[in-house]
């Protein structure tokens, strides 16, 4: 069984709960990633041990399950209550950061400079830690309107199916780049993207409200 998250495949692990981290299977990349050749004047610094030692932090709060694993029989209704909801509500939220990793907020958020970011956030693409995605983002809402392999182009036309806007995409400042953690190391079943109101949708908004 398999699952889309951020455009791409997740095989579903029977009885995994979504949102649920494994820093040893990350520990294990982390030293491969200290390992690995680098080109000239980028070495892992006391910097990058900083950034990676925040990510994993923040994996720290994703270890233990909050009630809503996979049950092996999809009939079956497991019954639960709004502490379960608030408990599983409140491990989404201490992930986010990580789900997905914007570059510029993760910089932010642990403290490491936004180079040192970039640079730790590509060479985790070469061994697999990471995976890089484009997002153009919806010029109304600022929802993601789809997700894109780093190597693919975007489209140059985007519909937004939350909003319901036809996007052109004709520079570069409507695209982000965001990176995955691999299902590994993170396993996550749901994206995580805020929809935040842009002005433009606020007007449209401000205009209903106050037509008749």
């Known amino acids: 069984k398999s699952a889309s998250s951020y455009g791409q495949q997740v095989t579903v692990v029977p009885g ?6 494994n820093p040893h299977v990350f520990d294990d990349y982390i030293k491969k990633l200290e390992d690995a050749k680098r080109e ?3 070495d892992f610094t006391a ?7 925040y990510v994993r932090s923040v994996l720290d709060t994703a270890t233990k399950p909050a009630g809503f694993e996979g049950h092996p029989d999809r009939a079956e209704v497991v019954p639960k ?5 608030e408990q599983f509500s409140r491990k989404k939220k201490d992930t986010e950061i990580i789900n997905p990793i914007n570059p510029v907020m993760i910089s932010a958020a642990s403290g490491v400079p936004i180079q040192v ?7 985790a693409t070469k061994i697999g830690l990471v995976s890089m995605k484009w997002a153009p983002f919806c ?8 997700t894109v392999d780093w190597n693919n182009e975007p489209p140059i036309q985007s519909y937004c199916q939350g909003c319901r806007y036809e996007n052109t995409i004709e520079c570069m400042s409507k695209i982000k780049v965001f990176f995955i953690l ?7 079943l749901a994206e995580n993207f805020q929809c935040t109101a842009s002005e433009s949708i606020i007007r449209a908004t401000e205009a209903k409200i106050n037509i008749p």
């Open 40 to 42: 000239q004047n980028i």
């Open 139 to 146: 010029e109304r809402c600022t929802a993601p309107v789809c």
């Open 182 to 188: 691999t299902q590994d190391v993170f396993y996550v």
């Open 16 to 21: 995994r709960e979504s949102h649920t981290g």
């Open 81 to 85: 209550g709004p502490g379960d909801y």
């Open 117 to 123: 970011v970039l640079n730790e956030l590509l060479f």
């Open 47 to 53: 910097s990058s041990k900083k950034f990676w030692q």
